[in-house]
């Protein structure tokens, strides 16, 4: 697995990639950000241009009126105010720009995170057992809430304001330039210092920025787990430690989210001070120019606040570019997520429906007639064949390993016909759990063949294997909705008679019917107001009403009262009648009408064989039966 931790991510490893991909995105919204570019281009114009215009208004209005008013002559304000009023307009319209530009960009963002986010989960579900099995929940989730909002961040407002600076700088410069040109190079000569702070602080800033990150990855992600095991916690009094955890990670956060902002915190101050020294500099070499008659008041009038309008963008691109180094990382973080590869499928074998014809022969047809057929296309000459679905799964010498240089499985071989029951008995980790997940191919194997009604799995498309097996597993999930769309998640086409006639096989009908609303009772947060039992029998409905040929019951019943369990054996028959049926139990009593046993210990098969002949054979089963050993 991979590191975790505020020092597990320096920097972001490849930036200018995730900024470019970031721009592909917001190319989406072409023209709106066309039409936000203008709208900034007019605010920060009619911004610089309005300082600009403080000399013609000093020079050519006010200082004539000074004069004349100190000569006693008549004085005409009408030009002067004349001049003041196309200023408040410039001013009004910059104001109106920059309000359309936020609008927009706005917008633009939200449209934009709502793409980033459907694609992200789309590509989330397409990725393979493996890459959940290999990550905590809360890690996962990280990239949805922590990652994407500081690229909200970034797109609502540190991007605008980054172009707006840029502009600003641009026009705050053309305007020096026009006013006196010896200022302008003293102001130019002091720049290189400011970039130079900002390249050095920002550079510090960033890689904390991604460390902070990944640490608030691993804090939620521990702060999941943590929330879903509370009642383990508990039990086995263990909330100091968790707590010494959780102060240890959310140290981690508290120490790279520090020093990022320390960082970031930093520049405003630095450069603003700098920008201050620059003013009162200019202001002295200006006056210098006044007494020298080599410049005007209106000069230094207008000139003075452009140096504040070109040196705060460079402070505010320094701030902005924290923000956008910290967009960088959690950018980058989404991407690794959508640049994970997704479950490989190279199968090209699909399931249909299909009848018979008169002849007895197969014929696949759109109607639902309740039977369904592996369609088989066979490239070497073009026909293409059809067989039964039956459940009928063999293994033949499997060897699998969930990391290459680790084993799990040993020269399996096994074979379940349709119709009989299949238990696997032995310790955790002796691999029962994993034969179910080779059956559904959550992985694949390293050597040997699995066949499925005498076709290699690996030929079958996985949508179309798993769609033909059933699994209950002893973690059951329940999804927010109500108890008839949980059981109806089996089989999404199921109507009300479907769900109800599964709800009896599983016999959870009875305290169905007895909920508040019946079938139509909400449930959030996982079940949380039905008990473990009554949790457990709507997973059994649930795989009840999608009527597979093979089901894998993994610890089924194990949330399940030895009552409970009496009580839907009889269904648990009827549902497993002409089926294939997997059963991974501790409670031996569940297996013992099974067709064949087999006892796995260390990935290795020891044992085979119905009750009767493992008893019979006074083994590691007679040993687990008796009492003499326990399952752990």
């Known amino acids: 697995m991979p590191p975790r931790g505020p020092k597990a991510m320096a920097k972001p490893k490849n930036a200018k990639n995730t900024l470019r991909r970031l721009i592909r995105y917001l190319g989406r919204s072409k023209r709106q950000l066309i039409l936000v570019f203008c709208c900034i281009l007019i605010s920060t114009a009619a911004t610089t241009a309005g300082t600009f215009l403080l000399k013609p208004a000093v020079d050519g209005y006010l200082t004539p009126l000074v004069e004349q008013a100190s000569q006693n002559l008549k004085v005409d304000l009408t030009p002067y105010l004349s001049f003041l009023l196309l200023l408040l307009a410039m001013y009004l319209a910059g104001a109106a720009a920059q309000f359309l530009s936020n609008r927009i960009m706005m917008m633009v963002s939200t449209g934009t995170l709502n793409h980033l986010r459907k694609e992200m989960f789309d590509h989330m579900e397409d990725l393979p057992i493996r890459y959940f099995d290999q990550r905590t929940h809360g890690e996962i989730m990280s990239r949805y809430t922590n990652d994407t909002d500081t690229l909200r961040e970034f797109l609502?407002?540190?991007?605008?304001?980054?172009?707006?600076?840029?502009?600003?700088?641009?026009l705050s410069l053309a305007f020096m330039l026009n006013l006196n040109i010896w200022m302008t190079l003293l102001v130019l000569a002091l720049t290189p210092l400011m970039f130079k702070i900002t390249a050095t602080i920002g550079k510090k800033s960033g890689a904390s920025f991604a460390a902070q990150q990944k640490a608030v990855g691993?804090?939620?992600?521990?702060?999941?787990?943590?929330?879903e095991g509370q009642r383990v916690v508990q039990v086995f009094c263990h909330e100091e430690k968790s707590i010494d955890v959780f102060t240890g990670k959310n140290e981690d956060v508290r120490v790279a989210g520090t020093r990022a902002n320390t960082f970031a915190s930093m520049l405003w101050p630095i450069m603003g001070n700098l920008g201050h020294a620059i003013y009162v500099l200019v202001a002295l070499v200006g006056s210098i120019f006044i007494v020298n008659h080599s410049a005007t008041l209106g000069t230094l009038i207008a000139f003075l606040p452009l140096t504040g309008q070109f040196s705060r963008p460079i402070s505010n691109l320094s701030q902005q570019f924290s923000i956008i180094l910290q967009a960088l990382a959690g950018a980058e973080r989404i991407f690794e997520l959508m640049d994970e590869p997704v479950e490989e499928d190279q199968g090209y074998v699909k399931l249909v429906r299909c009848r018979k014809d008169e002849d007895g022969n197969i014929v696949e047809t759109p109607e639902r007639t309740g039977m369904w057929a592996w369609k088989h296309p066979h490239k070497a000459d073009g026909t293409v064949t059809y067989t039964e679905l039956r459940g009928d799964v063999v293994f033949e010498h499997v060897n699998f390993g969930y990391v290459p240089e680790k084993t799990v499985l040993h020269d399996v071989s096994l074979y379940a016909k349709p119709g009989q029951k299949i238990a696997f008995v032995g310790s955790t980790g002796a691999g029962k759990t994993t034969i179910t997940n080779l059956i559904n191919r959550f992985y694949d194997i390293q050597d040997g063949k699995i066949r499925y009604d005498g076709i290699n799995i690996e030929k079958i498309k996985k949508d179309d294997l798993r769609r033909s097996l059933g699994m209950v597993l002893q973690d059951t999930h329940l999804f927010t909705g109500t108890v008839r769309e949980n059981i109806r998640y089996g089989k999404l086409d199921a109507t009300d008679e479907e769900i109800r006639r599964a709800a009896k096989i599983a016999n959870a009908d009875f305290f169905i019917r007895h909920l508040p609303q019946g079938y139509d009772t909400m449930l959030t947060g996982d079940g949380a107001n039905l008990s473990q039992g009554q949790r457990q029998l709507i997973a059994i409905a649930r795989a009840a009403v999608a009527d597979p040929p093979v089901l894998i019951l993994d610890e089924a019943t194990s949330s399940i009262d030895t009552r409970t369990e009496a009580l839907i054996e009889k269904g648990m028959d009827g549902l497993m009648k002409g089926r294939t049926v997997f059963v991974i139990?501790?409670?031996?009593?569940?297996?013992?009408?099974?067709?064949?046993?087999?006892?796995?210990?260390?990935?290795?098969?020891?044992?085979?064989?119905?009750?009767?002949?493992?008893?019979?054979?006074?083994?590691?089963y007679y040993q687990l039966y008796t009492g003499m050993f326990e399952l752990s």
């Open 585 to 620: 139990a501790h409670r031996l009593s569940t297996v013992r009408n099974s067709q064949a046993i087999m006892v796995l210990e260390n990935g290795v098969i020891i044992e085979r064989g119905n009750h009767e002949q493992l008893l019979e054979q006074k083994g590691k």
């Open 156 to 170: 609502s407002q540190a991007f605008p304001q980054a172009v707006s600076s840029a502009l600003s700088i641009l």
């Open 218 to 227: 691993a804090l939620n992600g521990y702060i999941e787990e943590t929330i």
